[in-house]
Each structure stands twice: as structure tokens, then as C-alpha cells.
């Protein structure tokens, strides 16, 4: 039996995405330790960003399927820590220069709940590797996760940001309350990131995007 490494496990981990920012867990810094046994059972220590995400069951089982996709990987445990607490500082340099840029960009509008209509645009493309990417006008690829492909989806310019909470809500098995924010991230990331239009608001779009079937 072939040893797996280290090396190997995080690379493929680099492929899981945050569900709250199109960056890597890797990058994001989430990832405190990964013990693998001579018989190829990984361990993996990890923390979340904050102690409320309701995501973090999305997380785990992403982290859990990303390393199985190692060749010679037996089982998979996850355990999830506080301490040390996450900070920016534990991001990689290239994930603190994407924050920054999107720190950087106009804020759009505040989102009306009742009207806002969003509506997905760009195409999604399926890797060698078998991750998935969205990817803008301009041909720049987000990594993202399954979770983050069901939403871009659901957004068809006809649900309002009330519906999509909700449809959000049962797609994760979560209260309504719980994933409010994470809508709400997802809508800004998607958006600045030329994935996502808002219709029906008082600013309309200075470039008209078609979705691509």
C-alpha cells in the first residue's frame, strides 16, 4: 500500500471551498493539521471562521469527500477546534490580496428583500480534476462547492432574496434565521465577482449579461 502524504491531502483540500468567500480552505487558513496513520486513516484538525456558521456540517462532509478523492485514502475523520481562534492572519498571501481587492470594490446598493430579482450569469465548468468553477465574462474561474452551484441556480432573475432564503433554508436543513447572512454573503461575493445580476432595483446594470445555458 502506497503511503499517502501530506502534500497530497492538502493539495486536494485546496480544492474545497469556504461557503461564505470563493477562496480555499486551505488559503483561508482553516486547516491546523492533518495526521495520517500508516494504514492511510486521515485526521484532519480544522477550525471555522466563526463559532455560528451553520454551514460547518457542509463543510466537514466537503473536507471528508476532497480527501477521499486521494488515491489510497482509507477513512476520514474531522474535528473541528476553536483554539487557537481563526484570525486573517492565518491566510495565505494570496487569499489576503483577494480580500482586499474585494474589500476595495464599490459596495452595491443595499439589497431590497421584496423586489430584488437576482439572476445568475456566467457558465460553470466542470475541471480536469473534477472541481467545478464559475466563471465571468472576463473567463475568470471561482473554485466553488456544491452548495454554492445549487444557489448560483436557483438565482433565475424570478425568485425575490425572501424566496431564495427560504429555498436556501431547505436545500442545508436549516432555519430560516440561521442562513439569512450566509444568503446575503453569497448574493455580494457572487455579484462582485461577475456571477450575479440584481434586477428590479433602483441601479440597473451598466453591462446587460446573458446566462449561458
Given at each position: 500500500?502506497?503511503?499517502?502524504?501530506?502534500?497530497?491531502?492538502?493539495?486536494?483540500?485546496?480544492?474545497?471551498?469556504?461557503?461564505?468567500?470563493?477562496?480555499?480552505?486551505?488559503?483561508?487558513?482553516?486547516?491546523?493539521?492533518?495526521?495520517i496513520s500508516e494504514n492511510n486513516d486521515v485526521n484532519i484538525k480544522m477550525t471555522m471562521t466563526t463559532q455560528g456558521c451553520p454551514l460547518h456540517e457542509t463543510m466537514v462532509d466537503d473536507v471528508?469527500?476532497?480527501?477521499?478523492?486521494?488515491?489510497?485514502?482509507?477513512?476520514?475523520?474531522?474535528?473541528i477546534v476553536w483554539d487557537p481562534p481563526w484570525t486573517m492572519d492565518k491566510m495565505s498571501d494570496e487569499a489576503k490580496a483577494m480580500m482586499?481587492?474585494?474589500?476595495?470594490?464599490?459596495?452595491?446598493?443595499?439589497?431590497?428583500?421584496?423586489?430584488?430579482?437576482?439572476?445568475?450569469?456566467?457558465?460553470?465548468?466542470?475541471?480536469?480534476?473534477?472541481s467545478m468553477v464559475l466563471a465571468n465574462e472576463h473567463?475568470?474561474?471561482f473554485m466553488v462547492n456544491q452548495a454554492i452551484i445549487d444557489f448560483w441556480k436557483s438565482?433565475?432573475?424570478?425568485?425575490?432574496?425572501?424566496?431564495?432564503?427560504?429555498?436556501?433554508?431547505?436545500?442545508?436543513?436549516?432555519?430560516?434565521?440561521?442562513?439569512e447572512k450566509e444568503v446575503m454573503q453569497l448574493l455580494k461575493q457572487l455579484h462582485e465577482g461577475g456571477l450575479l445580476v440584481i434586477t428590479n432595483q433602483t441601479d440597473t446594470p451598466n453591462v446587460e449579461f446573458k446566462k449561458s445555458n
Open positions: 500500500m502506497e503511503p499517502v502524504s501530506e502534500d497530497q491531502v492538502r493539495n486536494s483540500l485546496k480544492q474545497c471551498m469556504d461557503p461564505e468567500v470563493p477562496l480555499s480552505i486551505v488559503d483561508m487558513g482553516l486547516i491546523y493539521g492533518i495526521d471528508k469527500r476532497y480527501t477521499k478523492k486521494v488515491s489510497g485514502v482509507n477513512s476520514v475523520n474531522v474535528d482586499n481587492k474585494m474589500g476595495s470594490q464599490n459596495t452595491p446598493a443595499p439589497i431590497n428583500y421584496e423586489t430584488a430579482l437576482p439572476q445568475g450569469v456566467g457558465n460553470l465548468v466542470k475541471q480536469e480534476d473534477g473567463e475568470q474561474g438565482c433565475d432573475g424570478n425568485r425575490k432574496v425572501t424566496e431564495l432564503v427560504e429555498l436556501f433554508a431547505q436545500q442545508t436543513g436549516l432555519q430560516r434565521t440561521q442562513v
